[in-house]
């Protein structure tokens, strides 16, 4: 990663935005390179530029990128939701995942429930001629007597729109 002070005359993206010097020890120039601007700004919108820098300082270099990557992604979510940030996100994905899981649950029943008419319907049909497996058993053998609850229709649309 591109460090300021030492082989470049651009600062990085917090000390442009903080319009101060910076050196070769700057914190945030690993993290937060000139030509990405708005990765900083979200960042010192949300957090301050005192408390991101104290982050980084009091974590090990071995973990200070994944640090900022998450500062980022939450400092994004917090500019599009300022009251629930990326836990508005999540729980956002979980309702889909909820909605999605009811929504496969009613198709396999309907699945179920067309087997079953669709086993029933062949029973019910005169026997097939010459069929070795059908025609050679008694009527009725493959009929199931079976109490199907359809109170439970699916009349609503699949997709809430």
């Known amino acids: 990663m591109k460090e300021c002070g030492k082989n470049s005359s651009s600062p990085c993206a917090a000390c442009k935005l903080l319009r101060r010097r910076c050196g070769h020890d700057c914190v945030f ?27 980084l300082q009091e974590l090990p270099e071995h973990k200070r990128g994944d640090a900022v990557s998450s500062m980022v992604y939450e400092a ?29 649950a009613m198709a396999q029943a309907e699945v179920v429930q067309l087997k079953l008419r669709q086993s029933t319907n ?24 079976l109490d199907v609850d359809q109170s439970n229709t699916f009349n609503e649309p699949m997709w809430p729109y």
């Open 122 to 145: 062949i029973t019910n049909s005169p026997p097939n001629n010459g069929s070795p497996i059908m025609g050679s058993l008694p009527k009725g053998y493959y009929h199931m007597d």
């Open 76 to 104: 994004n979510a917090r500019v599009r939701d300022p009251v629930y940030g990326c836990v508005g996100a999540i729980s956002s994905l979980q309702q889909q995942i909820d909605m999605l899981r009811t929504q496969l």
């Open 29 to 55: 120039a690993p993290y937060f390179p000139s030509d990405e601007p708005h990765k900083f700004a979200n960042v010192h919108k949300v957090f301050g530029a005192s408390n991101v820098s104290k982050m």
